[in-house]
């Protein structure tokens, strides 16, 4: 394999489990997002293997733990919408 396929490989098996066809709009898009950016750190780490030393996004490595904590967030987010809706829900009854 070449050394970007290692990388899309390495970025697409350290995201999370791909929401179910049920899943809420909300959880795929951020699977979404999710994907799109492990895709642009591999591709950006692969560019700066050839030279391209400013490319963005950094290091796989740095926005690797940074998509951690976005995730996260996106998660608490989530439950908190939940909560939410679940709360206006028996406030209309």
């Given amino acids: ?5 290692d990388l899309l490989t390495r970025e697409f098996k ?6 179910a066809n049920t899943a809420s709009q909300a959880e795929k898009k951020r699977y979404s997002e999710l994907m799109s950016a492990a895709a642009a750190r ?3 780490e692969a560019l700066r293997m050839k030279g391209l030393k400013g490319t963005l996004p950094n290091s796989c490595e740095d926005s690797r733990k940074r998509h951690t904590i976005l995730q996260k967030t996106a998660r608490e987010d989530l439950s908190d919408a939940e909560e939410v809706s679940t ?3 028996s406030d209309e009854e």
């Fill in 1 to 5: 394999m070449s050394e970007v396929d």
């Fill in 14 to 19: 350290a995201l999370p489990r791909k929401p």
């Fill in 87 to 89: 709360e206006t829900d």
């Fill in 42 to 44: 591999a591709l950006g």
